[in-house]
Nanobody, 121 residues
Framework: QVQLVESGGGPVQPGGSLRLSCAAS????????MGWYRQAPGKQRELVAA???????RYPDSVKGRFTISRDNAKNTVYLQMNSLKPEDTAVYYC???????????????WGQGTQVTVSS
């Protein structure tokens, strides 16, 4: 039983930056693989970033070099730093948790409520 709460979304101009946060409840946070997914209108939900540990992360080519995922196990929090934002990054961003440490697997059973990111002039 894990509860996830995202924050930090909002409107931003192209080329700008946002930092999303996801606070997780419960214990054993360090043994969960954490991830960020996004869903744009009319599109399927897609992986943005996943992290098992500091040196075990995963990004799709669409965000690689622009987005950075990190985690603070002492605070039960995962972050997504988004730089050089583009209009195509516009979506609802969701936090996800999966038991076990493996970034090459799919999402787990726990989702946050989502936070809207809108990139426009």
């Amino acid at each position: 039983q894990v509860q996830l709460v995202e924050s930090g979304g909002g409107p931003v101009q192209p080329g700008g930056s946002l930092r999303l946060s996801c606070a997780a409840s419960g214990s054993s946070f360090s043994i969960y693989t954490m991830g960020w997914y996004r869903q744009a209108p009319g599109k399927q939900r897609e992986l943005v970033a996943a992290i098992a540990s500091e040196y075990n992360t995963r990004y799709p080519d669409s965000v690689k070099g622009r987005f950075t995922i990190s985690r603070d196990n002492a605070k039960n929090t995962v972050y997504l730093q988004m730089n050089s934002l583009k209009p195509e990054d516009t979506a609802v961003y969701y936090c996800n948790a999966r038991w076990g440490l493996a970034v090459l697997r799919g999402p787990g059973d726990y989702w946050g409520q989502g936070t809207q990111v809108t990139v426009s002039s």
